[in-house]
């Protein structure tokens, strides 16, 4: 793929990306740790063009790293932000949707609540992410959607591992996907990424 | 004081608000679960204008709910948001700048870190967070801050709990603290709010 036909994100990744060994990939110059607000307001430009036709009553996310790119989306839709939070306990409250969540990267389970005043019936919901790799969080803030009787119009992912598979499963399902950059391979022996 | 009188958040306070007993102000529909981001904006709007005359070069808050805050005034200046991570056990990683928050409202002690690579010498810095009660966050960032060599040109926070003289102290030892909501009393019997 040549230079001149990346988006946006795929050159921020190419210039400022750090891949690590076992599929790492650290965007926390940027997105993560610090947020580069100005880039990912343009970010948030462009989740808006995707879903331009859609109607989206709000924004769901999980805490904390989806919470910039979703309010930085949000100011172009002019719909809430809300943001699930994690729980390291089981939490039995009876006024929260609850959902489990794998951590891959922690090895461990997040009950993964959103109080039930800020999700409801029939709302049309845009579920949003830094990152996708095998799925586990969008399909826990679904459920909860699911829970609510909410409508998942789609789901917003800045970065996904394409090789992970999380986000092809979903689209099989008929989950409307859309990721910036989707990656393919990375590889930090040689420092490359292959985008999809 | 008159309704009138009363700014934007205070009045936001006073609609959505809800006092629950042991000085505890929900504001969760829409400052730090749902995010009211067209309101929170306004919000960014108010903060770019209070600390107009200064030289922000970096936001700095802490996650999870200092960050929507953030990243909202943060598109009014221009400039990038770093956010603090908690972090369970002690953090012994060289890479990163470490610092002790004492959380009463969690009854525990959260290790608190920021990588090496996103606070700098120099930096005029700009801390914010959506509650000060008793400082602890606050001095934990300003902390941060000083073992980076940076500057904190000032404190924006959203809604002061000026009862637990956390912003006071702060302001007593010379820091630019600026609240925009300042509550002085509260009552869950009677429902009331009493604005400093």
Known sequence: ????????????ILTDGVIKPGNVLKVDSFLNHQIDVPFISELGKE????????????????????????????????????FAKKSAGSNMDTEVYTTEVKSFTHNKVNHVVVSKKYLNQGEHIL??????????????????VSQAGGIVEGVGICI????QGGGDALRAKGVDVRSLAIIDKMDAATGTITFR
């Open 127 to 144: 579920i949003m992410d830094d990152f996708l790799a095998n799925g586990c969080a969008v399909e826990g803030l679904m459920d909860l």
């Open 160 to 163: 996904e591992k394409g090789f």
């Open 1 to 12: 793929m040549m230079a001149s036909e990346l988006n946006l994100l795929q050159k921020k």
């Open 47 to 82: 989740f808006k063009n995707i879903f331009a036709h859609k109607k989206i009553d709000k924004i769901l996310t999980i805490e904390a790293s989806g919470i910039g790119i979703a309010c930085l989306t949000a100011v172009y839709f002019g719909v809430p932000v809300v």
